[in-house]
């Protein structure tokens, strides 16, 4: 079993930045895949940007390649995402994700919500042009 809890969301300008953390509780951290997605109103659920177990390796979708970075602290078993030059379609509730044991690191599977087991309660992020 694993708790997820988001924070950091809020309010911005357009090109501001926001840094969201997530808190994890239990003693698998380490060993899995974490995942950041996102929902806007009206639309489905859709991928951010997810890290290995290691944090070596990560991925980001196009729409926020360059300006959004995730990275991982295993010692204080939390997980961040570097927001910046934020857009107005950058609004959305932000969620972290932990995968499944044993998820491999690649796109087609890390991509996917249905290979994330646990979900943070959700983190609202609202950038204003």
């Known amino acids: 079993q694993v708790q997820l809890v988001e924070s950091g969301g809020g309010s911005v300008r357009a090109g501001g930045s926001l840094r969201l953390s997530c808190a994890a509780s239990g003693r698998t951290f380490s060993s899995i895949v974490m995942g950041w997605f996102r929902q806007a109103s009206g639309k489905e659920r859709e991928f951010v940007a997810a890290?290995?177990?290691?944090?070596?390796?990560?991925y980001v979708a196009d729409s926020v390649k360059g300006r959004f970075t995730v990275s991982r602290d295993n010692a204080k078993n939390t997980v961040s995402l570097q927001m910046n030059s934020l857009k107005p379609e950058d609004t959305a509730v932000y969620y972290c994700?932990?995968?499944?044991?044993?998820?491999?690191?690649?796109?087609?599977?890390?991509?996917?919500?249905?290979?994330?087991?646990?979900w943070g309660q959700g983190t609202q992020v609202t950038v204003s042009s």
């Open positions: 890290i290995s177990s290691s944090g070596s390796r990560t």
């Open positions: 994700a932990a995968g499944r044991i044993g998820l491999p690191f690649t796109q087609y599977f890390v991509y996917t919500l249905e290979k994330y087991d646990f």
